[in-house]
């Protein structure tokens, strides 16, 4: 199978502006969460959709946001873009939330400038 | 709430030699997961293993063993046979199927030739 695919694997954005992110999962998996992970930080949970339903969001600002569609692919998005959101954003699958092992796609680098 | 510890920053290992690299985590959850990942410089998150919390008997993968402690929530992993490949950040985390994965901040291996 396939793994855990996300695009793009690089962006540049300056502060202001949004952007989104793409995940697709294993195929058959219909978990998807999204983690933050910067130097400072390490890997911060931002979200997880199972089913197209939300079931979990960490502790970030309203302006990160998401969804997932009826074939499982997530997105994220990330408005008016900050300098401290500059981060790797890593995209996991399972097959069921919590307890499966999940499975990291390659991550998207955001830079904001 | 989950947390989850890693003690060492940095490690190094020489070539062949066996490593083990501290974890340890705190749940209010009888039931739970363990995980170690590892993370190579190409930024691509790997399961290393994963344990049951009900399951008695030390999870095995190769040259990669664990020595869970439930009592002390504890959670090490053992590499043996170290070899340059194992040169990563390594992750440990918890899932307890309610709340999202916990990662600890993670221990930088370096194996040396």
């Known amino acids: 199978k396939a793994g855990v695919t996300q695009t793009p694997r690089y962006l540049i954005k300056t502060r202001g502006q949004q952007v989104t992110l793409s995940c697709s999962p294993i195929?058959?998996?219909?978990?998807v969460s999204w983690y933050q992970q910067t130097p400072g930080q390490g890997l911060q949970f931002l979200f997880e959709?199972?089913?197209?339903?939300?079931?979990n969001k960490g502790n970030f600002p309203g302006r990160f946001s998401g969804r997932q569609f009826s074939n499982s692919r997530s997105e994220m998005n990330v408005s008016t873009l900050e300098l401290g959101d500059s981060a790797l954003y890593l995209c996991a699958s399972s097959e069921r939330p919590s307890t499966d092992t999940q499975y990291f796609g390659p991550g998207t680098r955001l830079t904001v400038l | 709430a989950q947390t989850v510890t890693q003690s060492q920053p940095e490690m190094s290992v020489q070539e062949a030699e066996t490593v083990t690299l501290s974890c340890t985590y705190d749940t209010s959850e009888s039931n739970y997961y363990l995980f170690w990942y590892k993370q190579p410089p190409s930024r691509q998150m790997i399961l290393v293993i994963r344990?049951?919390?009900?399951?008695?008997q030390n999870a095995t993968e190769n040259r990669f063993s664990v020595n869970f402690q439930k009592a002390a929530k504890s959670f090490s992993l053992k590499i043996s046979d170290s070899q340059l490949g194992d040169t990563a950040m390594y992750f440990c985390a918890s899932d307890s199927g309610n709340t999202p994965l916990v990662f600890g901040k993670g221990t930088r291996l370096s194996v040396i030739a």
């Open positions: 959709y199972f089913s197209e339903t939300q079931r």
């Open positions: 195929s058959g998996h219909r978990s």
């Open positions: 344990q049951e919390a009900y399951k008695q």
